[in-house]
């Protein structure tokens, strides 16, 4: 069965950086699209960041593009999420997901098939 295991969580200061790391297993790595979600306290889940089998296209949402980087590594079977310049309100549970739709030109960052447990990422001010 499909599995996503994340970890790199934590408390961090306005400003700085996480790297959120997301271990797949249970199936062939390299032949699906991922991506991250997060959702705060009160609102809906949204779509932050996805990237193609192959890692030659990604999609990010306006508010991460710049400070977000997503990224795969299909040896390790793992997809990473790199964020800098955190802010408050980045502040959420942060997903991984499988299975997003493609090509993002046509679905966006529409709806994955599997999700991970969530890690929890808090930016202080």
């Known amino acids: 069965q499909v599995q996503l295991i994340e970890s790199g969580g934590g408390l961090v200061q306005a400003g700085g950086s996480l790297r959120l790391s997301c271990a797949a297993s249970?199936?062939?790595?390299?032949?699906?699209?991922m991506g991250w979600f997060r959702q705060a306290p009160g609102k809906e889940r949204e779509g932050v960041a996805g990237?193609?089998?192959?890692?030659?296209?990604?999609i990010y949402a306006d508010s991460v593009k710049g400070r977000f980087t997503i990224s795969r590594d299909n040896a390790k079977n793992t997809v990473y999420l790199q964020m800098n310049s955190l802010k408050p309100e980045d502040t959420a549970v942060y997903y991984c997901?499988?299975?997003?739709?493609?090509?993002?030109?046509?679905?966006?960052?529409?709806?994955?098939?599997?999700w991970g447990q969530g890690t929890q990422v808090t930016v202080s001010s």
């Open positions: 990237i193609n089998e192959n890692g030659g296209s990604t």
């Open positions: 997901a499988s299975d997003l739709p493609s090509p993002f030109e046509d679905y966006g960052l529409g709806t994955p098939t599997y």
């Open positions: 249970g199936r062939t790595f390299s032949r699906y699209v």
